[in-house]
DNA sequence: GCCGTTTTCGGCCCGACTGTTTTCAGTCG
């Protein structure tokens, strides 16, 4: 079982507990259980290879579930787990995830009218059966069957910079009411998470009914959900939810705290202000008898009341940001000017929409010192990838374009090189000979997705064996919302990577997005160095370098742990191993 | 079920909005 398997099974149980009545503290812990697992750069699976005593010193697994977790990886099953699925049928799991149904009404429908499945709970409300439960009306009724509907179109979640896009046309929107001071994104967009579930914006205001009655009637907007003096939520047409909260500037610092997140990292903060005698809310943070706040003005004032160091939003997951902070040791945070050129770019020869001047043009006004230029190679024959004779005349026009560079006196250089394709049997694409002649190899797999994980592990470590290549490019080949990553034994390839001195790819393009945050952590780890490209086809497609650099800032890397933040005679010098 | 600048026992984040209620429970983030 994987990481994502073992916490699922802690979330189902604190699902299960929430709707047989456990005590709410306990299932706090299965809930925070999985939100640390998922979290987890290694896996518990070579962690209890290596040992068990390795699953000691995991925040928030303590014997007990440590001994569940050992259980799954040798059984596969756990039988708490299985108990309760006895006394609760699986199909109440998902009638969870209907919008307005919790643990409570879900367990009384159940109990009540033998509902255990969301088709069973769209037929009772249909024949009027919910209306005479306790606590609910017509109108809850009517509501189930809308979220039932919702559910099954649900459009899910949206690339991070689709949400940009909203976010800067709502905030936009919103600075139109006079009146309105700051409008800033907040939630998982500010943190800077591949995928965004919902829109979080953060206003201040005196007056917050005039800024929630404009906010509703924007154009995009399909429908209102809730509408009230300091918070609205409505959907919009796309299916993107949009939450705006507005307070008084005064509190604008914890509202922004507040409002950024994750929610497992306000728990944490909020856990310890109660340990200090303090309490933090939207508002500010409070002494436990005080009416007036101890801070709350700004971000830095609510970290420093519980005596931390101001946290950057990328690395408010709880995944030990606030021990770092308290140890003085949280990562120095990579900025996008840490960047010194791309190495992983397409030209008009084979499906990139510039030529090579214009690129490199294009890379110099952005203050970069080099370029890599990896075309395809022949396998992917859709991108018009390039055969050895192409690339030979490449080559010829990068020399010929950097004597030209040199002359004009410009401190820029355009590296040879290629995104070589890595067939189903890990073999490359280009023979030695030419490879051996490029500055830089980004080695990737284009096909044969479906392959097994040892069978897709195999295939990338025969060609970090070639000892031939310089990089993995998007190392995953996972498409956002469109394609699942492949079976992979990252840890296995990191291993081998760094035995080679091969560095792994961080595609910044906003589908791919692979490493992610997860994975830069393990590579940090295991000390293999990530090159943070843009795989830009086309020169507007540097400015994606932005979401690249952001996730590894929540991968916690640090200029160090980056190929291309280093200068070029450097960088050559490590391409060269 | 976890955890310790109060603690190996007794705590465990905080508030807004809605519907069905006349004071609040349930849900959500």
Known sequence: MDNSEIAKVFEEIADLLELTGGDKFRIRSYRNAGVVIEGLPESLKSLYAAGEEHLLGIPGIGESLRGKIVELLTTGRCAYHDELLKEMPAGMLEILKVSGVGPKRA??????????????????????????????????????????????????????????????????????????????????LRRWKDEIGDLDILATCKDPAKVMDHFVRHPDIKEVLSKGDTKSTVVLKVGLQVDLRVLDKKSFGAALQYFTGSKSHNVALRDRAKRMGLKISEYGVFKEDGEKPVAGKKEEEVYKAVGLPWIPPELRENRGEI????????????????????????????????????MAEAAMKRGYEYLAVTDHSKAVGIAHGLDEKRVLAQIEAIDALNRKLKEAKKKFTVLKGTEVDIRADGTLDHPESLLKRLDCVVASVHSSFGMSRDEMTLRILKAIRTGRISIIGHPTGRLIGEREPFELDMEAVMTEAKKYGVALELNSYPDRLDLNDIHCKLAKE???????????????????????????????????????TRPLKELLKILKR
Do not use: C
């Open 323 to 358: 021990e770092a902070a308290e140890e003085g040791r949280l990562p120095e945070s990579l900025r996008v000017e840490d960047i010194r050129g791309d190495l992983h770019s397409h030209t008009r020869e084979s499906d990139g929409g510039a030529t090579l001047e214009e």
């Open 526 to 564: 295991k000390g293999v160095l990530v090159a943070i490209s843009t795989d830009a086809h086309s020169t507007s497609h540097f400015d994606n370098i932005s979401y690249g650099v952001h996730t590894a800032r929540r991968g916690w890397l640090e200029r160090k742990d980056i190929l291309n």
């Open 107 to 188: 367990s009384l429908i159940h109990k009540e009218l033998g509902v255990s499945s969301v088709e069973e709970l769209e037929k009772a409300a249909h024949a009027g059966k919910l209306r005479d439960l306790p606590g609910m009306g017509e109108t809850s009724e009517q509501k189930i069957l809308k979220a039932i509907k919702d559910l099954k179109a649900r459009s899910g979640k949206f690339r991070i910079s689709v949400a940009m896009k909203y976010a800067a046309e709502f905030t936009g929107y919103i600075k139109e009411v006079s009146g309105t001071q700051d409008v800033v994104p907040a939630g998982s």
